[in-house]
């Protein structure tokens, strides 16, 4: 009898799947087998009288017995010895993620399915193994405590570091990024009171080391001194002044009292009485006080409080305040003798850091005018150079422009250096009917021309009451009154006196403040157009009268307009429209009409404005309407409805005459 019994058509063993199955070895090949696979064999390979006798190897077992044989498979039997053969470093394990049968695998091939980039980690999580991404070049790996994952950690800790049990030391690098908030010296956590395990008992440097702000705690278990720089202090009050004096800790000077000012012994500062450096009896803190003997005294002559310089008086109210009981006159004395100009005058340089800038105010005298004076005010260019602007001669006369005012009149405005110019005049006192005057003159090297003036004259025949104040333009070389305004107010142009023929009057009718103004257009031609508008140098419209009629005229001649059409709909339009009554807030009046925003919806023409605008200041720009614009439309609207009328008469005069029929 063969030893080892092939047996066709067997299953491979991928998984047993009943209790009557077996798995065995069949040429170096596991399958799975039953009883009853066994029985058909041998029946037809022997049959009867059959097998006397079955023998069965290890790790089966069998009886010989008459009839049925029994093969068992004891699963204590199992060993080693009995598997099929694998590849040296491997183990049976089924990586496919499905169901499959077992296969020679590697260790390494089942920790890659945790982790199989270069440099993973492979740790214990909750519930399963995990892996660790490598970290980033120089980081240290870190527990981060029991029950949690542990983690990458960059540190710069220079070329060599170590630690023991109570100390790190960091020899040629830098630890960066440590907030020392939460870290912990001499044994103790910043902020608590009791030392914790595995905390610093020593932070130190070799060679030299910094710090950034350390905001609370002690150098060395003491007060930061002095050559350490700190101050070796412990405790301030608000005020306190720190100065040095001698040993490892700096001084304090504490707040003086109100008023006092710092002052040093030669030793160390202290506080003292404004009264005892500056100022005498009765004397201010904040001044400054002379006598008339040069002495510092409380009744002073001469006071300086920090901002503004008395003489004559302890409470200067201005930069320089001179008062006097006798006199309050303040002399500026140049005892030059030049003449004629501001090199010999006394000058008051005003708003200047030097000579060069500013304004000035210089007195000139001249001697060969019987010791004359003029005041002559300067002002300064972008150059800074002081020129004379302007000037009060002697005898009164003030030139702007000329420092010969007197040539030309009481006060005088010069322009052009060969005054070509403008200039004004003001005439000296009135006499009888004419008052003063401002004129305005072409001045040339040969001729003084008028070209205007601007002059009061007396209306009731004495210059001290009721005055007009005239207007008057050169025509054809003669001065003319073009425009007045009376005593009354009434500008009258073209006119001396209120509705003169040919002329424009703007007058206040009536007296009180209820009274209303008018503008009055007087003429008695028969083409009258007191206001005309353009746009851009076209005329859009105008105001014309005659001696019955006024017209508000806007252009309406077809040669301004095209694509000219008949209007249709405005019946439709007219229905839209929303008339209301309402009262007016200002007086609470009645009206009647439209409101604005509702009628630009429907014919936009019609309104000017922006529902709810406001100005620059928040405040309501008002809508307005034209309802002249709605003229065209009623027009049409009355054409259409007309036209219905019209048919409606008609159908009702067939339906008339069918009944009477």
């Not at 092939?6 to 199955?21: D, K, M």
């Not at 596991?30 to 097998?51: C, D, E, H």
């Not at 949690?148 to 030391?169: D, F, I, K, R």
Request: hydrophobic fraction near 35%; proline fraction near 3%; aromatic fraction near 8%.
């Amino acid at each position: 009898m063969a030893t080892n019994i092939q047996i066709p058509n067997l299953t491979s063993a991928t998984a047993l799947s009943g209790s009557e199955q077996l798995e065995a070895v069949q040429a170096g090949t596991s399958v799975k087998i039953t009883t009853a696979q066994i029985g058909t064999y041998v029946a037809s390979t022997y049959p009867a009288p059959g097998i006397s006798s079955v023998t069965a190897s290890s790790p089966l077992q069998s009886s010989t017995v008459s009839g049925a044989v029994t093969i068992t498979l004891p699963t204590a039997a199992i060993s080693n010895t009995y598997l099929a053969q694998m590849a040296s470093g491997t183990v049976k394990a089924n990586l496919t993620g499905g169901t499959a049968s077992p296969s020679d695998v590697t260790p390494s091939a089942i920790l890659d399915t945790f982790g199989s980039a270069k440099g993973d980690l492979l740790y214990r999580n909750t519930s399963s193994w995990a892996a660790l991404a490598p970290g980033t070049n120089g980081s240290f790996l870190t527990s981060n405590g029991t029950g949690n994952a542990p983690t990458w950690t960059t540190l710069s800790l220079g070329t060599m570091a170590y630690q023991n049990a109570n100390n790190v030391a960091i020899t040629g690098g830098s630890l960066y990024n440590v907030d020392i908030e939460t870290s912990t010296i001499n044994q103790t956590t910043i902020g608590a009171t009791t030392p914790s395990t595995g905390a610093f008992t020593n932070l130190s440097f070799t060679g030299t080391g910094s710090f950034g702000t350390i905001s609370s705690g002690t150098w060395n278990a003491s007060t930061i001194v002095t050559a350490y720089g700190g101050t070796g202090l412990t405790t301030y009050t608000a005020g306190d002044l720190p100065y040095y004096a001698s040993g490892t800790a700096l001084s304090k000077l504490g707040i003086g009292t109100n008023g006092y000012i710092l002052q040093s012994n030669g030793t160390a500062p202290t506080w003292v009485a404004a009264s005892s450096v500056v100022g005498g009896a009765g004397g201010s803190n904040t001044q400054v006080q002379y006598n008339s003997s040069g002495s510092l005294a409380g009744s002073a002559n001469f006071v300086f409080d920090g901002t503004n310089v008395g003489i004559g008086t302890s409470s200067p109210a201005t930069r320089l305040d001179v008062r006097s009981a006798t006199t309050g006159s303040v002399n500026l004395i140049n005892a030059s003798t030049t003449q004629g100009s501001t090199a010999g005058a006394s000058t008051i340089l005003l708003g200047a850091l030097n000579t060069s800038y500013g304004s000035s105010i210089s007195s000139i005298f001249n001697y060969s005018a019987a010791l004359s004076t003029s005041l002559a005010f300067s002002t300064s260019t972008s150059g800074g150079t002081l020129t004379e602007a302007m000037r009060i001669d002697s005898s009164g006369n003030v030139g702007i422009g000329t420092s010969s005012p007197s040539t030309y009149g009481k006060f005088v405005v010069v322009t052009g250096t060969d005054k070509d110019g403008a200039n004004i005049v003001f005439a000296t006192a009135p006499t009888g009917t004419n008052g003063g005057s401002l004129n305005f003159w072409n001045y040339t090297n040969t001729a003084i021309v008028k070209q205007g003036m601007i002059e009061t004259i007396c209306t009731d025949g004495s210059s001290s009451y009721s005055s007009s104040i005239t207007f008057s333009a050169a025509k054809s070389g003669t001065l003319t009154e073009a425009m007045r305004i009376d005593s009354s107010g009434n500008l009258l142009i073209g006119e001396t006196a209120l509705y003169q023929a040919g002329g424009v009057s703007i007058s206040k009718l009536g007296n009180g403040a209820n009274s209303s103004g008018n503008i009055l257009f007087n003429s008695a031609g028969t083409a009258n157009y007191p206001a005309l508008f353009q746009y851009n140098g076209s005329n859009v419209g105008y105001i014309t009268y005659t001696n019955t009629i006024v017209q508000y005229v806007s252009l309406s001649d077809y040669r301004l307009k095209e694509n000219i059409t008949p209007m249709i709909g405005a019946l439709e339009t007219i229905a839209k429209l929303k008339p209301v009554t309402y009262d007016w807030k200002t007086d609470g009046s009645s009206g009647q009409g439209f409101i604005a925003h509702e009628l630009a919806q429907v014919v936009p023409n019609c309104v000017n404005g922006e529902k709810d605008a406001v100005d620059e200041d928040g405040k309501p720009k008002y809508q307005g309407i034209d309802t002249s614009f709605l003229v065209a439309t009623l027009t049409a609207a009355i054409q259409e409805q007309q036209a219905l009328i019209t048919t409606l008469q008609t159908q009702v005069a067939a339906l008339q005459a069918k009944v009477g029929a």
